[in-house]
């Protein structure tokens, strides 16, 4: 069961919280039907961790880049695609990477921060 794609009518603002990547570009779900994915590749945040979390969640926790926890699954995806795009982002790169995504909680330098570490992790 997908929970992290977040959907509201009409989107709170264009959030970004609704971010999944389909055949690996990042795509708003609550922008779509679902007959528009039939036969596409589906990634959620979901489909990060696997025994362990994902490098990038782990960053998340560490660098403290999450709050209430709305925005987050928007985040992390955008994110991966960024950092499958650019290995080794500069902080203006993810900044401009994740301009699609709102986050009203924490602001933004622990989501950078985050990134940045966990583009460190996924590169060793």
Known sequence: MVTSAWSS?????WTGACTVLLDGEPVRS???LAVQADGSALTTVEGLAGDELHPLQQ????CHGLQCGFCTPGFLISALHLL???????????RAGLSGNICRCTGYVGI?????????????
């Open 9 to 13: 009518w009409p989107p709170p603002k």
């Open 30 to 32: 609550c922008l779509m």
């Open 59 to 62: 960053a998340f926790a560490d």
């Open 84 to 94: 499958t795009e650019n290995p080794d982002p500069s902080r203006e790169e993810i």
């Open 112 to 124: 950078v921060d985050a990134v940045r570490q966990a583009a460190i992790a996924m590169r060793s």
